[in-house]
């Protein structure tokens, strides 16, 4: 992050004024670097520890029509595990464009999906059922980003008038493992996006068909995994507690966000949501 105060480049020692440098944690210590030798962050080397990633974990991903997961509907889904099993859906949009912004992310068009696609509900039911019968054995469900595949699926039931998500899973959907939180919670002041694919890069990890639900969804299991195989601290954690630490990751988030915001754009009128799956 930006360096409040002046301080001396620790490479160059050349004298770095307030703002114009970085300050990273180096060794349990702060230290200041100036705009030209910023280093090249790098994941804590590998181990060979079991944990939870080392668990019978599953990926979810969704394809919507918008960014909005209150508002946006389903175009397609997939569910994968370790083994390289993988259940898809292909939503029939009915009445519905899928707008073209969208299109041009994953690729799936409305005359595509009206063509090979399912009845929405049909699909919904599915994709629900089979993360039910995951969730079920206390088995963890890897999700980037969770909250937003996990709102647009419980917007989508009650939109086609079925139960709440939480209602159809018999309880609150847990445990989820989502690789954006924990990479937040565990680096908090490392600089850099945080895209899934900024982050496969970061761990090494491949992503292949990028923008589509199975890509994705492969993507994100294979990361979980990565973080947890370079992050032997919270590996030792259970599945539930991970959870939680989760939660607690997620509300820090957000209000280092709010806090920046306020000092840095004071007119922004933005309220960072730290709810979380």
Known sequence: MRNRFPGTCVTCSVRVESGAGFVVKESGRWRTHCADHEPRPAPPARGGHTGWHTTDLAGFDTETSSPDPATAFLVSAAVVDLDGGRRTWLV??????????????????????????????ECIEEITATLAGHLDGGRGLVVFN???????????RRRHGLSPLSEALGGPVEPVVDPLVIDRGLEPFRRGKRTLSALCEY????????????GDAAAALALAVEIGARHPEAAALTLPELHRR????????????????????????????????
């Open 203 to 214: 761990y090494g990890v491949a992503l292949t068909d990028a923008h589509t639900a199975v």
């Open 92 to 121: 029939d949009p009915g009445e519905k464009e899928i707008p073209a912004g969208a299109v041009a992310v994953h690729g799936i068009s409305t005359e595509r999906a009206r063509a090979e696609g399912r009845p929405a509900t």
């Open 146 to 156: 969770a909250p937003y595949d996990l709102t647009l699926l419980d917007a989508e």
């Open 246 to 277: 989760q939660v607690e990751w997620a509300g820090e988030f957000a209000r280092r966000r709010q806090e920046w915001l306020d000092r840095e754009k004071p007119d922004h009128g933005t309220v960072v949501d730290g709810t979380w799956p």
